[in-house]
């Protein structure tokens, strides 16, 4: 595997490959990886003929006060897991690479509504700045094929609604959440629990879980599922941002008569320095 810091170098290896017509996938991540990366990567692996992970702390998706300088940073410990899951370039570029004129006035890609709500309504700025480097990656990749996690559901739906609207030449492929055996998602950010409130912290699935399976089994008194759920998380200790009922394709409000499967319920709870996101597509129980 290589580590390329520059744009050229990046965009030199993918367009080589794609003038043999080979199918190139991109995963682009913030680093610190664990099983959940690697899932994204292993899928990518199938959906693609070779597979660039980007590395990179993003400065313009965190608000002034939020963990952007604690965010961990462990590029060599991410190679070596890389290399074992053979990615073929790792792209780590510098904030200087991605933002050569620094970080103010920037041209940034706002996607309205989707950006605005949940997560976006607490984290104001956060999804322009993730759609503004997921454009700018995309352009200095040149992916046929990108993959991102569902976990961050929401980041997902902003990413395909830019790519749709801006027409950009590449599919985004959603890949399934990695959960630890007790059902919590996994996240770098997990690694802010302690250890007591690693043991509070699939209650957050658990909750998520108890709602989608309700709906699932026909109940569609959303308000009242919302109450119960925020009641869970707090009785469990967690502080919590949003528990919300949503339809799936656009994350709009839904209406009662709407079937199990258009809906996805997703909350986001502080725990201590961390703050938790999850969702169940209640489709993904219908099986069950
Ligand atoms: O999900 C992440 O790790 C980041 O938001 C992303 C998509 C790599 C953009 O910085």
């Not at 965009?11 to 490959?17: E, L, Q």
């Not at 802010?192 to 989608?212: T, V």
């Not at 599922?225 to 994350?251: C, F, H, K, N």
């Amino acid at each position: 595997m290589e580590t390329v810091h520059r744009i050229e170098a990046v965009r030199a290896r993918v367009r080589a490959w794609q003038a043999e017509g080979r199918v190139v996938g991109f995963v682009p991540t913030m680093g610190n990886l664990h099983e959940g990366h690697l899932r994204l990567v292993r899928h990518a692996r199938r959906i693609s003929d070779h597979v660039v992970v980007s590395v990179f702390v993003n400065p313009t998706q965190f608000a002034p006060g939020e963990d952007f300088d604690a965010y961990p940073r462990t590029l060599d410990a991410d190679s070596e897991q890389l290399r074992a899951e053979g990615a073929e370039v790792l792209f780590a570029p510098s904030v200087a690479e991605v933002y050569p004129r620094g970080l103010d006035h920037l041209v940034t890609v706002h996607v309205p509504g989707l950006s605005d709500i949940l997560c976006g309504a607490h984290r104001p700025g956060h999804f322009t700045g993730v759609a503004t480097v997921v454009c700018k990656l995309f352009n200095m990749v040149g992916p046929d094929r990108a993959v991102f996690g569902r976990k961050d559901f929401q980041q997902f739906q902003v990413i395909r609604r830019m790519a749709t609207d801006l027409n950009l030449p590449v599919e985004i492929v959603g890949s399934p959440t990695a959960r630890e055996a007790d059902g919590l998602a996994m996240s770098s950010r997990n690694a802010y629990l302690e250890a007591h409130e690693r043991g509070i912290a699939p209650a957050l699935y658990q909750c998520l879980h108890g709602i989608a399976t309700a709906l699932r089994d026909g109940e569609r008194d959303f308000l009242e599922l919302e109450a119960q759920g925020w009641r869970r998380l707090g009785a469990a200790g967690m502080r919590p941002d949003y528990v919300s009922i949503r339809r799936r394709y656009d994350l709009s409000e839904p209406v009662p008569d709407l079937p199990a499967d258009d809906l996805i319920v997703l909350a986001a709870a502080h725990l201590g320095r961390a703050r938790l996101i999850d969702n169940i597509e209640v489709a993904d129980l219908l099986g069950e």
